[in-house]
């Protein structure tokens, strides 16, 4: 179980992102979903965004999208697209899913929810809220409040 750094969490659950409506053109809805959270919408950040965004819920590593980038003919650097990933995640666009030290993932789903991770195959799977059963919640020190509560359960393939 990981449990985020409370004060971040609570910090940034100060101000929720606002969801944008969708037009149907990935390309005006990027730039009004940048423009609603106060990013000017560069060049950069809609190449990404559009990449991120455009194909609904999904977990990505800033190497995939860096890689997914390249191929797409978008010229960034591998530190753009983290400063993008983190930028899209300090201001509510992204939510950030760490598996273990190494491996950070970046959410387009930001609702609440948990995430099994595949051992071995590096796949980050949502878990239906309904079905997660969180124990005794912990009492956060004084001065702080739980803000949220990231579940991942951690599969491997049965042996055959
Ligand atoms: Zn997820």
Not at 5 to 33: F, H, I, Y
Not at 39 to 52: D, K, Y
Not at 61 to 85: D, F, I, Q
Not at 95 to 102: H, P, T, Y
Request: glycine letters at 6%.
């Amino acid at each position: 179980m990981i449990f985020t750094n409370v004060a971040e969490a609570t910090e940034r659950l100060a101000s929720p992102a606002p969801r944008t409506v969708l037009t149907g053109c990935p390309w005006q809805d990027v730039k009004a979903m940048l423009r609603e959270v106060g990013l000017r919408p560069t060049r950069q950040r809609m190449a990404l965004g559009w990449i991120l965004f455009a194909k609904g819920d999904r977990h990505i590593t800033a190497e995939m999208l860096y890689e997914e980038a390249t191929k797409a003919k978008v010229p960034v650097s591998l530190a753009t697209v983290y400063n993008t990933l983190h930028q899209f995640t300090d201001v509510g666009l992204l939510r950030q899913v760490a598996v273990d030290g190494s491996k950070t993932y970046f959410d387009t789903n930001v609702s609440q929810h948990h995430h099994f991770f595949v051992e071995g195959e590096n796949a980050l799977l949502d878990i239906p809220d309904a079905d997660v059963v969180v124990g005794k919640t912990p009492v956060a020190p004084a001065g702080y409040e739980i803000a949220r509560i990231d579940v991942v359960v951690r599969l491997r393939r049965k042996a055959p």
